[in-house]
């Protein structure tokens, strides 16, 4: 029962809390941010500057918010996952989650 109201708990703190920037270059070596609603980390501070990076983020605290932070991490790598067992390299399995796809489209509004 524990663990069921820390999740609920984090889940509650996504909806009730505005995106909080982190800056975490300390361990983002490869990429430019990850989102864990309702936090949101960047590797280089210049990416503050840019909608298109903003945008896409907070879109995905806005799919968070919708399906919780655990289902949207589960969501996320199970499709992933299935994009490799169709023979997707990393990247292309990467580019092609669904939740990735959206975020992108969300950039260009």
Known sequence: ??????LVGWWA????LPPIYING?????????MTLAPF???RKKG????????????THI???????PLVFLIVYIV????NRLHSM??????YNILLEVSARKAEKE
Do not use: C, P, V
Not at 25 to 33: E, L, P, R, T, Y
């Open 79 to 82: 499709n992933y996952l299935i």
């Open 89 to 94: 390299t990393h990247f292309e399995a990467y």
């Open 62 to 68: 806005h799919q968070q918010r919708l399906m919780s």
């Open 47 to 58: 990416l503050l500057n840019s909608q298109r990076f903003r945008k896409h983020e907070e």
């Open 13 to 16: 703190l996504s909806i009730l």
């Open 1 to 6: 029962m524990g663990i069921l109201n820390i």
């Open 25 to 33: 270059s300390w361990f983002m070596k490869d990429i430019a941010g």
């Open 40 to 42: 949101i980390f960047y």
